[in-house]
């Protein structure tokens, strides 16, 4: 079964009672389920340290709360991931289709041992060296939930500090990209607009909606007698609105601006410098350089701490099967785990072939109306099965 596009496939974690040994119950699921799953066995540590009853009740209410704060943090650091690359790739920006590198980038492991997601998740591996087996359980869930706590925070600051950037340039595009109302007017208007400096005269710049434009031109001379005649030109137009200059007598500015504001005119407060132009365009390419520079370090410490967040929430996931496993099936630990892997449209088929199978062993499954579940398993009554189960949603970039 091709596994590589994970939206289309459900993923599923299970968790059944051990037979004599956990090969024999993982067989009895392959035998049952072959036709309608792709099944590889999913390895649990035994020798994880069990503690108390109430420590593994305890742990499995946290596991519940962490499981689901990490997979948020997962899926922000793919996100992040994808719109950095599309920043690197302007003519994607608007693309609803992943930009090229984004698979790459989501790979987790490092040099020869890099999979996708699916298959990290099918060959998975306790980490010892990261999660050591004589720890107690509270240590090791204690450990992932600060690594993981540790890595939303510096996202956090990381994300704040290069969306001031975007959110700059994003601006200054607007600033110099969008209608005359609210753009910038610097590589607009020429010296031969303007009046040069004069004690008495003053060139303003009036911005025109389009259907308006025979109604200014009859009606502007008329807003005071201290406008120049026939002063009027219109230098720049866009689909929306005209442009046009007129001179009036400095010491009437204020009252032509409210004339021209009473008929839908907008005189625009502006100053000419004629720098201006070279000025917006050193602007535009500074804030792209620093928006470039923080891009590279940026990519490079996201994909380090989505590998890293990735790990942690399958070792969740298997810290979630080994307590619920022990609550379930009691001690001494004897269940084995292992992944499905299937259509949607088969999750209700492959159910109701789990409970065929393994149904018969559960007494609270074939008496599920009459008895009380024990707290801390994380399921309600109606939800009762006679396995542990844990879909995993490996689309990442599911909105």
């Not at 009672?17 to 024999?24: F, K, L, N, S, Y």
């Not at 050591?132 to 500090?161: C, G, W």
């Not at 911005?207 to 200014?216: A, F, H, L, T």
């Not at 492959?350 to 599920?368: K, N, P």
Request: aromatic share 10%; proline share 5%; glycine share 4%.
């Amino acid at each position: 079964m091709d596994v590589e596009d994970q939206s289309h496939f459900s993923f599923w974690i299970v968790s059944v009672q051990g037979d004599r040994t956990p090969q024999e119950s993982l067989q009895r699921v392959v035998d049952a389920c072959r036709e309608l799953s792709n099944i590889s066995s999913f390895p649990v540590p035994s020798e994880l340290k069990i503690g108390t009853m109430d420590i593994l009740v305890s742990i499995s209410d946290q596991l519940q709360k962490l499981d689901p704060f990490i997979e948020n943090v997962i899926r922000k650091l793919a996100q992040y991931i994808v719109d950095i690359i599309r920043h690197n790739n302007p003519k994607e920006v608007a693309s609803s289709q992943l930009p090229e590198g984004v698979h790459d980038a989501l790979y987790v492991g490092t040099g020869s041992a890099r999979f996708t997601v699916a298959e990290y998740l099918k060959k998975f591996q306790w980490d010892v060296a990261r999660y050591p087996l004589k720890q107690p359980l509270p240590v090791i869930v204690d450990s992932i939930s600060k690594l993981v706590t540790q890595i939303e925070t510096d996202y956090k600051q990381k994300a704040s500090t290069y969306n001031g950037v975007c959110q700059n340039i994003q601006a200054f595009e607007k600033k110099v990209s969008g209608n005359l109302l609210v753009r910038s007017l610097a590589s607009l208007v020429k010296p031969e607009h303007i009046i040069p400096d004069s004690e008495y005269l003053q060139t303003l710049l009036v911005v025109v909606p389009r259907n308006s434009i025979k109604e200014w031109q009859s009606s502007y001379e008329r807003f005071n007698q201290y406008v120049v005649p026939r002063s009027s030109d219109t230098i720049a137009e866009d689909p929306e609105f005209y442009l046009v200059t007129v001179t009036v007598m400095k010491k009437i500015v204020d009252e032509f601006k409210q004339k021209a504001r009473e008929s839908k005119f907008v005189v625009r407060d502006f100053e000419f410098d004629p720098k201006g132009a070279d000025k917006e365009n050193k602007d535009k390419d500074s804030l792209l350089t620093q928006r470039s520079k923080q891009q590279g370090p940026l990519l490079i410490w996201l994909k380090a701490n989505y590998n890293l967040a990735f790990t942690a929430w399958i070792h969740v996931k298997a810290l979630r099967v080994f307590v619920e496993s022990v609550l379930r099936y009691g001690i001494p630990v004897n269940f084995a785990s292992f992944v499905m892997i299937h259509k949607p449209k088969t999750d209700r088929r492959v159910h109701d072939y789990l409970c065929t199978t393994f149904g018969h062993a559960d007494d609270r499954y074939l008496e599920a109306e009459a008895v009380e579940l024990p707290a801390g398993l994380g399921f309600t009554q109606a939800d009762y099965r006679p396995y542990v189960f844990f879909p995993v949603n490996l689309n990442l970039l599911e909105k």
